[in-house]
């Protein structure tokens, strides 16, 4: 069964960083087109975060995000990564890995393969 799974979430201050991993495995990797992470607070709508196109040349950011975040993938090591810096306490969420089998949207009900989230804490 394929999946995918988020790991590197934690606890910083304002201004640190971090970076998160996004393992696939099974069939997932080998034809995924896109790849994303989203982020969600309690009583808020899943948000787009970032996404990345199979080559890894096409790259999507939320507009909160850019100049401070960077996503990347290795597809020889099946991981997608993002790579936080700068982060601010309005940052803090469960950040969620997606993977989808055609081409990015926002809409993270139209990615196949979702993992159960990393937890990123702020503070200030």
């Known amino acids: 069964q394929a999946h995918v799974e988020e790991s590197g979430g934690g606890s910083v201050q304002a201004g640190g960083s971090l970076r998160l991993s996004c393992e696939a495995s099974?069939?997932?990797?080998?034809?995924?087109?896109?790849m994303a992470w989203f982020r969600q607070v309690p009583g808020k709508e899943r948000e787009f975060v970032a996404a990345i196109g199979w080559t890894g040349g096409n790259k999507y950011y939320l507009d909160s995000v850019k100049g401070r975040f960077t996503i990347s993938r290795d597809n020889n090591r099946n991981t997608v990564y993002l790579h936080m810096n700068g982060l601010k306490p309005e940052d803090t969420a469960v950040y969620y890995c997606?993977?989808?089998?055609?081409?990015?949207?926002?809409?993270?009900?139209?990615?196949?393969?979702r993992g159960q989230g990393t937890q990123v804490t702020v503070s200030s």
């Open positions: 997606a993977a989808a089998l055609s081409p990015w949207t926002e809409n993270p009900d139209d990615y196949e393969y």
């Open positions: 099974g069939r997932t990797f080998g034809s995924t087109v896109s």
